[in-house]
């Protein structure tokens, strides 16, 4: 068993700590004096050790000692500081072990078609890859048997009113929370918002462990599209509520950051950015198709073809795409994907050169993107817009509403180079930018090159290894310090009705 040697200065009361081993040590001094030397204790077994909650020194600062990994952190007993959630000591050396993440994902990202399926996939699969025991709970409709190696386990489910034929679950029921339990996750992750990432916050309490939750869909965007809009009020309640439950919220986008701060669902330190990641290899150039293109542009590849892919969701505003095409007549547009909007959509088009493929996947979803000629995103409300990703990386530039995550995506100093953002909802100025792309060839190349090289900068593993070895790092110690803090009335009344004996 490894000796850790704590020094204690004996000027402050209660004890003043500092780990012998702090790699901050000008920042943190020990304070001495001729009369009052400092005691060195060896404490055999970091497990022996007691948890130690100090108070503050200065009237701001304040340390904790934590069992079971002596940890020296920094806690600002006024509130949430700015440096906060950066872990010191043994648990930055402990980034490469192996831990045990529980995933509850609503809906399944095995069947629901949508981006956060792409990353949530692409997220289990680099985890696994990195050493990590995963098991994922989600709802039933469209579990394999296994996925990487991760272990899966479906939830029963039912229909949602939100979201046609998306189901959801509470998954809450004695099978799920003896699974988890078995498993002993050291983190619990839940995509909110939903109905599960309550079971999976009760588990978490339940079983004592960090809980990060996801925010991927902005439903109080949604909701007015698909419901009533006086259910927005009381959903930014129910989202309150969970987020504040967590230790750290994740998000896809800086503008997603920002509603949730606007709306002061939680502290600002504990809103951490989910960076974007693409495959490059799958989503490449190198799958463009003349077959592929014959068949997106109904028989007439020679035609300037637009692409469209995503879920069909009237939140969407794929009617902004109607009224583009009735400005450019030599053109044809294709739409990959499915969704509650597309009979719709289709009843729209009716008479007009446009294509509607269903769902494609593999190397037929690698042929559509790449055999385009301009990907067209209208949607104002993305939270972080994958299939944009997706099309760059497949070399074909984007016109995308200036909305939602997408600037994060094509930033300022890269719009006109890589891409174009047009004002939202503005007909004339996406086709100031759209026109020129479908007449100029070499315009067109030049911006789909540079598109793919800047896409190749991201991958999912960079992503994954910020979330894993940062993120999950920062929410251990958020929960710590909570628990820190619930527990410095039982240490008061400990120290009050049994003191420690003095040491000479």
Not at 21 to 27: D, G, I, K, L, V
Not at 267 to 295: C, T
Not at 449 to 459: G, S
Request: aromatic residues 10%.
């Amino acid at each position: 068993m490894r000796a850790t040697a704590i020094t204690i200065n004996p000027s402050f009361s209660p004890p003043f700590c500092s780990s012998s081993s702090s790699p901050h040590p000008t920042r943190f001094q020990r304070f001495k004096s001729a009369e009052l030397k400092p005691i060195t204790l060896s404490c055999i077994g970091a497990r022996l050790c007691s948890f130690q909650g100090l108070k503050a020194t200065g009237g701001r600062k304040s340390f904790v000692l934590e069992a079971g990994n002596i940890i020296t952190a920094e806690v600002d007993s006024l509130g949430e500081g700015e440096n906060e959630g950066a872990l010191l000591g043994s648990e930055n050396e402990g980034n490469s072990r192996p831990r045990r993440i529980a995933l509850f994902v609503e809906p399944s990202p095995f069947a629901y078609v949508s981006g956060y399926k792409n990353r949530f996939q692409n997220f289990i699969r680099c985890l696994r890859e990195m050493g990590d025991e995963v098991m994922v709970v989600t709802t039933h409709e469209g579990v394999p048997q296994e996925f990487h190696g991760a272990k899966l386990i479906g939830s029963w489910s039912f229909p949602c009113p939100l979201y046609q034929k998306v189901p959801l679950s509470l998954a809450l029921s004695p099978r799920i929370i003896s699974e988890v339990a078995r498993f002993k996750p050291d983190i619990i992750h839940a995509s909110s918002p939903g109905i599960m990432v309550f079971g999976a916050l009760i588990i978490a309490k339940l079983l004592c462990v960090p809980i990060v939750m996801s925010y991927h869909t902005h439903v109080p965007v949604y909701i007015p599209r698909y419901t009533f809009s006086w259910l927005v009020k009381p959903m930014w309640l129910i989202i309150k509520f969970l987020h504040r439950a967590a230790d750290l919220t994740l998000v896809p986008s800086a503008a997603i950051a920002g509603d949730l701060l606007a709306a002061r669902v939680t502290a600002a330190n504990k809103i951490r950015l989910w960076n974007k990641g693409v495959d490059s290899e799958k989503f490449h150039p190198q799958y463009r198709s003349y077959e592929m293109r014959l068949r997106l542009s109904d028989g007439e590849p020679e035609k300037p073809l637009i692409v469209h892919v995503g879920r069909l969701g009237v939140e969407k505003s794929l009617d902004f795409l109607k009224r583009l095409m009735d400005r450019l007549p030599d053109a044809r547009i294709a739409f990959v994907g499915d969704g509650p909007y597309r009979e719709e959509l289709e009843k729209m088009f009716e008479g007009m050169p446009a294509v509607f493929t269903g769902m494609l996947g593999g190397e037929e979803l690698s042929q559509a993107y790449a055999s385009g000629d301009v990907f067209v995103m209208p949607s104002e409300s993305e939270t972080l817009g994958l299939v944009v990703l997706e099309a760059m990386s497949s070399g074909i530039p984007v016109v995308a509403a200036r909305a939602g995550g997408i600037p994060d995506i094509i930033p300022a100093d890269q719009d006109g180079k890589t891409s174009y953002l047009y004002n939202p909802g503005d007909l004339e100025d996406c086709l100031s930018k759209l026109r020129p792309l479908l007449q100029n060839k070499v315009l067109r190349e030049t911006m789909a090159k540079a598109a793919r090289e800047e896409m190749e900068k991201y991958d999912w593993k960079a992503a994954t290894q910020k979330i894993r070895n940062e993120q999950y790092n920062a929410a251990i110690w958020f929960w710590r310090k909570k628990r820190a803090q619930l527990l410095r009335p039982f240490q008061w009344l400990s120290k009050r009705f049994s003191p420690s004996p003095q040491v000479n």
